[in-house]
């Protein structure tokens, strides 16, 4: 690889392996822990989708603020050291069972990734800007996004492991550790990227950070505040107390608004020559929040999918060798004092206290009766967040097809426009959800558990629409912004990402409230059909555009 490629790649590459290692090593267990009632916060479905919704949701913002910061006045090698160390931090923080503690490792994180996620890949394309290796950018990009998907695959059997075996907080520690190998390598090569992290400074046609500060940052936080106050907590004494079911949502939509107004503004005032480009981008963004807000579910209802409703017993050699590697865990089929849901999994509690029942472990509930063990006996299971390795998995079986059906398209002058890409990979990713939709059906609305290759296929199906959608969305933004203000369209694609993100903690929030579980992907699948219908819609337009540019 040194050989074709710059020597700061593998270095590179395996900085974003760790650190995403780290991430999503987290992610996979996140709700997981708010919702254990045993040693976790128990949450019930509502409070830990929201809570992730929100935390996800800022993680994606904040990458417009590092970005900006390091292009003027940190520098890159600085803000992905400083980044990482915060990250690694807030990782090992998690675990100290105490919900202010919790904020505030959740705030570090935030912090941090705004610092390492948009640096180290600006840091990627600096290198591959000599003439050298130019003609190698794109590849040397797809080995980076390889770095990425394998430390998303392989984080969750060592979350398996050790929260089997020592338990949450050991988890959390493994991710911050993950973190802090990942800024060992990256200060291990140094030396590689001399030249390549020259401040960028501020040009007379940047907008100064005085009133970026004044016009976005500022109002944001107002507005954030406003909303977070301005109606009261939703509870008991307060039923239907906020206008979008949350102080945090409340706090978020209000605070976007104020940067939404900022984009339209841009749009606006832009001259003849920027006005459709700028229309084209804000209608793109404006369009895939909407994949987002399904994709991004993984952490959230499709969790609980592979928790309570997908058959996760292992018998035989799988079960020996799941043992072996602490993947799996025993549950015995003995009552004991344990929280109470009602018949459609709802966690029960009175005056914000869980009501505990004297019941069989919540696995067995919906098992098929053939199946369960005699009193006093016990049963294997593998961990639930394993079912976080199946998206990165087929991310890394399917990149080299998508790639090369896209060449093969090229090469007879039939591949699809970019938009037209991203168009057919939000049509994909509605039919994901149609998989969900039939296998709750297979599962009679929950009463049976149903096999794992059902998550295996939707995850399959999305993430073909991930990958005709994502890698384009961010190549369009490089190539109808005007380059004054490239980085504040950039930060545009990252609004619109953290926007979907709160949107699915919102809509995993309402898991409970529908009793034909089926409802609830098909409200996916309609989401993502009507966001299909209005970029088809859209599509000349936006290839007119394309050819206005000269660009494809």
């Known amino acids: 690889m040194s050989g074709k490629h710059p020597k700061a790649l593998p270095i590179l590459f395996f900085s974003e392996m760790w650190e995403r290692f780290g991430y999503y090593l987290m992610i996979g267990i996140f709700t997981l822990y708010l919702k254990d009632v045993k040693t976790g916060f128990a949450m019930n479905e509502a409070e830990s989708a929201d809570l992730y919704g929100t935390f996800i949701a800022l993680v994606f913002l904040t990458p417009f603020l590092g970005g900006l910061l390091a292009d003027r006045y940190f520098g890159y090698k600085n803000s992905i050291i400083f980044g990482g160390l915060m990250m690694g931090a807030g990782y090992c923080m998690m675990g100290i069972h105490s919900l202010p503690v919790l904020y505030l490792s959740m705030t570090l994180v935030i912090i941090g990734n705004g610092f390492f996620k948009p640096n180290i890949s600006t840091l990627l394309g600096n290198i591959y800007s000599e003439p050298q290796y130019r003609d190698k950018k794109d590849d040397g990009y797809n080995i980076f996004y390889m770095g990425i998907n394998i430390g ?109 107004y900022f984009y339209a503004n841009l749009y606006i005032k832009a001259n003849a020559e920027e006005k459709r480009p700028l229309g084209a981008l804000l209608a793109i963004f404006a369009v895939v929040i909407l994949f987002w807000a399904v994709f991004k579910q993984n952490g959230s209802a499709l969790n609980t999918w592979a928790d309570r409703y997908t058959d996760r017993q292992v018998t035989g050699t799988t079960e020996t060798v799941f043992n072996t590697l602490k993947q799996s865990k025993f549950i015995e089929y003995k009552k004991d004092s344990v929280a109470k849901y009602d018949a459609n999994f709802r966690l029960i509690k009175e005056n914000g206290v869980v009501v505990k029942d004297y019941d069989y472990p919540l696995y067995f509930r919906n098992m098929d009766k053939s199946s369960i063990p005699s009193e006093g006996a016990s049963i294997s299971v593998w961990s639930t967040n394993l079912s976080q390795s199946i998206n990165p998995g087929w991310v890394i079986l399917l990149t080299p097809l998508v790639v090369a059906f896209f060449t093969f398209l090229r090469g007879r002058k039939k591949e699809p426009s970019t938009p037209a890409k991203i168009a057919f990979g939000l049509f994909i990713s509605a039919l994901s959800a149609l998989v969900m939709v039939a296998a709750v059906k297979a599962g009679q609305n929950g009463t049976e558990k149903v096999s794992v290759w059902w998550l295996v296929g939707c995850y399959g199906v999305i993430t073909i629409g991930e990958l005709f959608l994502s890698p384009m969305g961010l190549s369009l933004v490089s190539k109808l912004s005007p380059p004054r203000i490239t980085a504040l369209m950039m930060g545009g694609w990252f609004l619109s990402t953290a926007i979907g993100n709160k949107l699915s903690g919102v809509l995993a929030s309402m898991w409970d409230k529908y009793d034909d579980k089926s409802n609830f992907f098909l409200i996916n699948f309609l989401l993502l059909l009507g966001a299909t219908l209005l970029l088809f819609v859209m599509l000349r337009w936006l290839n007119r555009i394309m050819r206005e540019k000269n660009i494809h």
């Open 152 to 260: 998303a695959f392989i984080c969750n059997f060592f979350g398996a492991a050790l929260q089997i075996m020592l338990g949450w907080k050991y988890a959390f520690m493994a991710a911050g550790i993950g973190m802090f190998i990942g800024v060992i390598v990256f200060l291990s090569g140094t030396k590689h990227f001399k030249g390549y992290d020259q401040k960028k400074g501020v040009s007379k046609d940047d907008m100064p950070m005085s009133r970026i500060m004044l016009l976005i940052l500022l109002p944001s936080i107002i507005a954030g505040f406003i909303g977070y106050i301005l109606f009261g907590t939703t509870g008991p004494d307060n039923p239907g107390g906020n206008i979008f079911g949350s102080d945090s949502t409340d706090a978020f939509i209000f605070a976007c608004i104020p940067v939404i």
